[in-house]
T-cell receptor
Framework: AQSVSQHNHHVILSEAASLELGCNYSYGGTVNLFWYVQYPGQHLQLLLKYFSGDPLVKGIKGFEAEFIKSKFSFNLRKPSVQWSDTAEYFCAVTGRMDSSYKLIFGSGTRLLVRP | DTGVSQDPRHKITKRGQNVTFRCDPI?????LYWYRQTLGQGPEFLTY????????KSRLLSDRFSAERPKGSFSTLEIQRTEQGDSAMYLCGPGTQNTGELFFGEGSRLTVL
């Protein structure tokens, strides 16, 4: 079955700490991958996306993610987090052979950054 | 500004009542998607439209749910005979064809008492 696993449900960090959020997917075929972020009280926003090419993609606000095909992973990273990064982060996948291009989301990781 | 207007933002209703949500993308997109998000979970796909045609419905969309996109612009999602299990955030937004990139609105939160 198609699925996305985000193993860390809650992460607490101090400001300036490095961040890595895990995302593993189960999906046959070629995929497009996404990270969305939801700040408190706000709507879901696209953080970054991977379609093809360089497996290391850079997004907004200093975030980056690396696609490792052999591990079916698309982990999110940031070298130094800020208090304003406190949010919930969702990884999502869709298959390029699926004409609907519907996204399958993970259950999310809540990040709390302490000042 | 999300580029997507959803109305109402919050609806509280009693079990058994019907509710309707409206989704208005500001810009024109061929594709429009509906998702549902419950507490502690990621969004789950409900259905999507290509212009006015509803092309796929999730198993989550029971026969109490109906969605329309009559002119290929705005869309409505109606839930009949609401149940407490329908309590969730209902998200909609246009999607980019051939990539899956979605642009979400603020959502419509449904609380069924």
């Amino acid at each position: 079955a198609q699925s996305v696993s985000q193993h860390n449900h809650h992460v607490i960090l101090s400001e300036a700490a490095s961040l890595e959020l895990g995302c593993n997917y189960s999906y046959g075929g070629t995929v497009n991958l996404f990270w969305y972020v939801q700040y408190p009280g706000q709507h879901l926003q696209l953080l970054l996306k991977y379609f093809s090419g360089d497996p290391l993609v850079k997004g907004i606000k200093g975030f980056e993610a690396e696609f490792i095909k052999s591990k079916f992973s698309f982990n999110l990273r940031k070298p130094s987090v800020q208090w304003s990064d406190t949010a919930e982060y969702f990884c999502a996948v869709t298959g390029r052979m699926d004409s609907s291009y519907k996204l399958i989301f993970g259950s999310g990781t809540r990040l709390l950054v302490r000042p | 500004d999300t580029g997507v207007s959803q109305d109402p933002r919050h609806k509280i209703t009693k079990r058994g009542q019907n509710v309707t949500f409206r989704c208005d993308p500001i810009s024109e997109h061929n594709r429009l998607y509906w998702y549902r998000q419950t507490l502690g979970q990621g969004p789950e796909f409900l259905t999507y439209f290509q212009n006015e045609a509803q092309l796929e419905k999730s198993r989550l969309l029971s026969d109490r749910f109906s969605a329309e996109r009559p002119k290929g612009s705005f869309s409505t999602l109606e839930i009949q005979r609401t149940e407490q299990g329908d309590s969730a955030m209902y998200l909609c937004g246009p999607g980019t064809q051939n990539t899956g990139e979605l642009f979400f609105g603020e959502g419509s939160r449904l609380t069924v008492l």
